[in-house]
């Protein structure tokens, strides 16, 4: 099974059309559709939602979120302890 270069699917070898570019670099394409995204249009795989690679990035970013969302529930906790805190010290030098 080949990899196409621009959607991320998996193809049978025999299908689409592979690109050999000066560089040496091999590139597979199983579409007209994904050949002409990448070579003609110059289209970044990631911000096309039909492609493996926006999947990943938007998988990612989802799970940064989370990650962000789950830290800031950690710490505010804390916080509200330190501002407590300062306030019964506060409290205590006054009297």
């Known amino acids: 099974m080949t990899k196409d270069s621009f959607t991320g699917e998996e193809v049978s070898p025999h299908r689409g059309v592979h690109v050999l570019k000066?560089?040496?670099?091999v590139?597979?394409?199983s579409s007209s559709k994904s050949r002409k995204n990448a070579l003609k249009l110059y289209r970044d795989k990631r911000k096309l939602k039909?492609?493996?690679?926006?999947r990943l990035v938007r998988q990612h970013a989802v799970h940064e979120?989370?990650?962000?969302a789950a830290l800031k529930q950690e710490t505010a906790p804390k916080a509200e302890e330190k501002l407590v805190k300062k306030e019964k010290v506060v409290k205590a030098e006054s009297k």
């Open 22 to 25: 000066n560089d040496g670099t």
């Open 27 to 29: 590139e597979f394409y």
């Open 65 to 68: 979120k989370a990650r962000r």
């Open 50 to 54: 039909w492609t493996e690679a926006f």
